[in-house]
């Protein structure tokens, strides 16, 4: 991957070689923004809230973030709705990760480098008025779904959140009772005891409506399967993959 670029001549007549990702990371957009607040939601996720800027984006799209003079960009989906005055996202803590631990230690006032918002993970707004869409996630994979729900608050919608315990159906609060469903791995106290895949396995599924899955690709791979083996039609599934 490293000898990805090309040769660029120098006023002295030589050449220099351009790496091709640093060019990209050269030619996009980039601001810096400052975070407002940061939100400790468990011992291991939490949100950062960035102020707004202005910047335009369609719910379920996805940013850049990176730290100043570090040179690494991670992706996050949007958390916060598409009218709200912040820009938040939900991130994850993963152990001995390059940039999340180091994402965690932040406080507000400092300043994150953000490029996008780019992603084409979206939902069409006359689909909204006519659909029903089910959000099969795990983890942090709820995001783009809560930006969707924030986003268009008359949306028909079924959420299925996989987590290991209870505690880490993030903002649960904020769906209607009966439109959220936790399954947990780990945990008897919530609403089903498994996978979100062994969830769709063992229910009924809506042949007419909308799938959207987020989260890891092992979930979204499995999750596709049952639905295409339950009779959804390819083309009623939609996906995001986080890693
Ligand atoms: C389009 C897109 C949107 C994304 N949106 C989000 C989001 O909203 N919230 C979020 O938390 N992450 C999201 N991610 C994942 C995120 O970009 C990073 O990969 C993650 O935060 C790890 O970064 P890191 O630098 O700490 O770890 P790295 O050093 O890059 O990776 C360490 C290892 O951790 C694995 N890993 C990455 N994420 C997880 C995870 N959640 N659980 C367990 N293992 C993981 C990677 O596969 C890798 O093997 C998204 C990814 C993509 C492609």
Redesign the pocket.
């Known amino acids: 991957m490293n000898n990805l670029g090309f040769a660029c001549p120098t006023q002295a007549g030589n050449f220099i070689k351009i790496n091709f990702y640093l060019f990209i990371n050269l030619m996009s957009e980039k601001r810096l923004l400052e975070i407002q607040k940061i939100r400790h939601l468990t011992p291991t996720?939490f949100t950062i809230c960035l102020e707004r800027d202005d910047i335009k984006f369609k719910a379920g799209q996805?940013i850049g973030l990176g730290l100043n003079e570090y040179p690494?960009m991670?992706?996050?989906?949007i958390?916060s709705g598409e009218n709200d005055d912040y820009l938040e996202?939900?991130?994850?803590?993963?152990k001995?990760?390059?940039?999340?631990?180091k994402?965690k230690a932040c406080s507000a006032g400092e300043k994150l480098i953000m490029d996008g918002p780019t992603?084409s993970?979206v939902v069409k707004p006359d689909s909204v008025k006519r659909d029903k869409f089910y959000f099969i996630a795990t983890?942090?994979?709820i995001?783009?779904f809560h930006c969707f729900i924030r986003s268009y608050p008359e949306m028909n919608y079924q959420l299925i959140h996989g987590v290991k315990f209870v505690e880490e159906s993030i903002d649960r609060d904020e769906y209607a009772p009966d439109r959220y469903i936790n399954c947990t791995t780990e945990d008897p106290k919530g609403d089903f005891r498994g996978r979100v895949g062994q969830y769709l396995a063992a229910n009924p599924v809506d042949p007419d409506g909308l799938y959207y899955l987020c989260g890891?690709g092992k979930m979204i791979y499995e999750v596709n399967s049952i639905l295409q083996n339950k009779g959804i039609a390819p083309h009623r599934i939609f996906w995001?993959?986080?890693?």
């Open positions: 996720v996805h690494y991670r992706e996050y989906s958390y996202v939900l991130i994850k803590e993963v001995d990760g390059t940039l999340t631990p994402f992603g993970f983890g942090t994979g995001s783009p890891s995001e993959i986080y890693f």
